[in-house]
């Protein structure tokens, strides 16, 4: 089961958020963290499959600061637009994370689980908050430049080796720096988990899928 509800940040924003629950008792609570794109139909769908594996999950609107209802293509256009979200959101997504975190404690331990801009987030959410117990972070283009924040929690990262937007150099050495994070690198670009991208690796994306869910399980259950 589905549906959208509104949630209260502490500073009193009120943002939607997409929520999708397993078919019986949830095992931990799962916080999906968006692309630039919003919270889009891949977004959706990725919530409904760890719903799928038995999590609480939850999806928080993140651009609701700026502008309601943001969901955008995978194009030089929907590119523009959430690259101008994202930088207008930033410095407040924290905030709407934490109040995610809070809505599906109620299932047990808490994961997070992002995706580009989303996959910086969970890192830095990772490395700040004191109650979760996983976060797992895809090809985040951030990750490497703060490289010297310590996590709270066990992080596992994604990367695409092809990915220009963060050169696999920077990862080496990110990797290098946080020894205690599991991170994997794939023959991918950016992108490579969203089969509504040109980018999509179907064999990479499995594999990525496969680990992750290994890793909340040892992690959240």
Request: with cysteine; charged share 25%.
């Amino acid at each position: 089961m589905n549906e959208i509800m509104e949630i209260t940040a502490r500073d009193n924003h009120k943002f939607s958020a997409y929520i999708s629950q397993p078919s019986g008792k949830p095992k931990a609570g799962i916080v999906i963290i968006q692309e630039i794109f919003g919270v889009n139909a891949h977004i959706k769908e990725v919530t409904d499959l760890y719903a799928s594996k038995g999590y609480l999950c939850i999806a928080p609107s993140l651009f609701d600061r700026i502008e309601k209802n943001v969901t955008l293509n995978y194009d030089e256009t929907g590119v523009s637009k959430g690259r101008n979200l994202k930088e207008l959101c930033d410095k407040d997504a924290l905030k709407d994370i934490e109040a995610s975190i809070s809505v599906v404690s109620s299932a047990g331990k808490v994961g997070v689980i992002g995706y580009c801009w989303g996959g910086s987030l969970s890192w830095k959410i990772g490395c700040e908050a004191s109650n979760l117990s996983a976060s797992v972070c895809y090809y985040g283009g951030d990750i490497p430049k703060l490289k010297d924040l310590k996590p709270n929690c066990n992080v596992l990262t994604h990367f695409g080796e092809l990915d220009k937007g963060i050169p696999i150099n920077e990862v080496k050495i990110f990797e290098k720096t946080r020894p205690e994070v599991l991170t994997y690198t794939y023959p991918a670009d950016h992108g490579f988990n969203c089969d509504h991208r040109s980018q999509f690796n179907k064999k990479c994306a499995s594999i990525a899928l496969d680990r992750t869910l290994k890793f909340l399980e040892k992690n959240l259950n």
